[in-house]
């Protein structure tokens, strides 16, 4: 990159905030000032609405929410947070990863999911995480070479699951010096976040949480075990307290839902300091895999309307992974927008989808991006022209049959393999029920989209 214009662009970034520090409701609109002058052309739609929303209308929940980031975080993580995601993942990123999109004809991704360990201090009902065993670790070196071999193909954004990552916390911490350049977050259960850990992020800055709820004490403890909830609360407790950004994970299933979708529990991650919630529907994935635990189409259209309401009126950012597919054009597995790397070093095209032709220690991260498997996400993608039935294994398991077949790709559980006509026979019934709501949906949607709404 141009040395003299990234610098002059990262001195943009400090001199807005510096602004915004001084007076944050007076000076938001000075930050989307520099985000226009940086951006040029990128992402022009997506800065409109933001800024119709942020920087014009102070009563709005996303200016509320900002406001509240910019007063709460530390000013130097949060520096290194938008340099970092805006600057270097988002806007200099992208344009890397078009160009090479083009160049070799496959999918290049904004970020890469990966497994320091797939060890857990905890057993929650229904995770398939626990069945890869406590042993496999993808060494530092390993997740180094991943990371460098990322950014030569454009990707700053690097997210830890497992496993829970905070088993290798040292490692975590390590990676984020080496690469202050880039952004990391990592799911985690939140139980082995402490005060020294806190301060380590404060040192390194470029490190966010996503920790696991299952909605309050009762339905948390009952999934992941007794005490699981209070450890929680601590941890959150201590991330606000040290003026730390983080954000919730919550898997909803059929047992579940109520309790994730409660306002006052969404009001509570509120208080607690969250600025972020991030909804996953619950996969049927692996031995332990509990199908009973997915939701009916009358939940999941619940928790469709149910997200976007919050999204409209609560100071939180909240994204649903399965029924945003509409806002990001289907499927973003496959390399398209991310891909997993396993503790094993297996690429796996979603952090769901535990099937892999590659693995990191015998090929080049843009190897693996070419191989069968992921072409043939890349060539298959959008999987259904309804982007509320983006996933080729949960909503179109016909797909997910003919791709594992064809390319010859063999599950990546080491515990207990299994083949595709396993899993997909799992979703079939889910399939075919969520079929006709989700085409009412759809059609609801871009009606609203016709007429402006």
């Given at each position: 990159m141009n040395t003299l214009s990234y610098k002059a662009r990262e001195i943009g970034i400090s001199t807005a905030l510096h602004y915004l520090e001084k007076d944050p409701e007076k000076n938001l609109g000075k930050l989307m000032d520099w985000a226009d002058r940086v951006a040029g052309d990128s992402f022009k739609g997506q800065r409109e609405l933001i800024r119709r929303f942020l920087v014009e209308d102070p009563a709005s929940n996303w200016h509320q929410m900002t406001v509240r980031l910019l007063e709460n975080v530390d000013k130097n993580v949060l520096q290194t947070i938008f340099t970092n995601f805006f600057l270097n993942a988002t806007l200099i990123g992208w344009r890397r990863e078009d160009?090479?999109?083009?160049?070799?004809?496959?999918?290049?991704?904004?970020?890469?999911?990966?497994?320091?360990?797939?060890a857990c201090n905890l057993h929650c009902t229904g995770c398939w995480a626990a069945e890869y065993g406590s042993k496999l670790n993808l060494s530092y070196e390993e997740i180094d070479s991943i990371i460098e071999q990322g950014k030569n193909l454009g990707v700053y954004f690097y997210i830890f699951t497992g496993g829970e990552p905070l088993v290798r916390k040292k490692d975590l911490i390590r990676l984020c010096e080496k690469h202050s350049d880039c952004i990391f977050l990592s799911f985690t259960n939140g139980t082995l976040i402490d005060e020294d850990f806190a301060k380590e992020m404060l040192r390194v800055r470029n490190f966010v949480p996503a920790i696991s709820l299952e909605g309050f004490e009762e339905a948390t403890d009952s999934r992941r075990g007794k005490g699981v909830f209070q450890k929680v609360q601590k941890a959150m407790e201590i991330l606000k307290r040290n003026r730390l950004p983080f954000g919730i994970s919550a898997c909803y299933t059929s047992a579940n839902i109520g309790s994730v979708t409660n306002e006052a529990f969404y009001d509570s991650l509120i208080e607690a300091g969250a600025y972020f919630v991030w909804y996953f529907h619950y996969?049927?994935?692996?031995?332990?895999?509990?199908?009973?635990?997915?939701?009916?189409?009358?939940?999941?259209?619940?928790?469709?309307?149910?997200?976007?309401?919050?999204?409209?009126?609560?100071?939180?950012?909240?994204?649903?992974?399965?029924?945003?597919?509409?806002?990001?054009?289907?499927?973003?597995?496959?390399?398209?927008?991310?891909?997993?790397?396993?503790?094993?070093?297996d690429m796996d095209p979603c952090v769901f989808i535990h099937y892999s032709d590659s693995n990191i220690r015998e090929k080049t991260l843009l190897e693996g991006l070419r191989s069968p498997l992921f072409m043939a996400y890349h060539d298959g993608q959008p999987f259904n022209k309804n982007h509320l039935r983006p996933c080729p294994m949960l909503e179109n398991p016909a797909l997910l049959r003919q791709i594992i077949q064809e390319t010859g790709a063999a599950s990546t559980d080491l515990e207990a393999p299994e083949d595709a006509e396993q899993l997909c026979s799992r979703c079939d019934e889910y399939a075919g029920n969520w079929k006709e709501p989700a085409e009412a949906l759809w059609t609801e949607s871009n009606n609203k989209k016709k007429m402006g709404s």
């Open positions: 160009e090479l999109r083009e160049k070799y004809g496959c999918n290049i991704p904004w970020a890469i999911l990966l497994d320091p360990t797939s996969m049927p994935v692996g031995r332990d895999a509990v199908p009973s635990l997915m939701p009916t189409p009358e939940q999941r259209t619940y928790i469709y309307h149910k997200i976007r309401e919050y999204r409209a009126t609560k100071a939180i950012f909240g994204m649903d992974f399965q029924n945003d597919g509409e806002f990001v054009g289907g499927c973003v597995a496959g390399g398209r927008r991310y891909l997993h790397i396993n503790a094993n070093g």
